[in-house]
């Protein structure tokens, strides 16, 4: 199951600390901490479709709620 905070609260925070996100830099690389059985599931979807996990979880994030924030 998948908690979902209304948006309009998150959108709120993002522009009460809008100064502080432009002095940001994003580099575009986080780290994740995965279960071992998950991060084993990764792989083996990743490999079965000729990606990295790393190209699945961009893919996967760049479908997802977030990304569709207009900033």
């Known amino acids: 199951m998948i908690f979902m905070m ?6 709120n925070i993002a522009r009460q600390k809008e100064r502080n996100l432009s002095s940001l830099l994003f580099k575009g690389s986080f780290n994740i901490r995965l279960s071992p059985a ?6 083996l979807y990743a490999t079965a479709h ?8 961009e893919d996967t994030l760049e479908a997802s709620p977030a990304s ?3 900033l």
């Open 6 to 11: 209304p948006l309009i609260p998150i959108w």
């Open 38 to 43: 998950l991060h084993k599931k990764l792989f």
């Open 50 to 57: 000729q990606m990295s996990i790393n190209q699945y979880i």
């Open 68 to 70: 569709k924030l207009v």
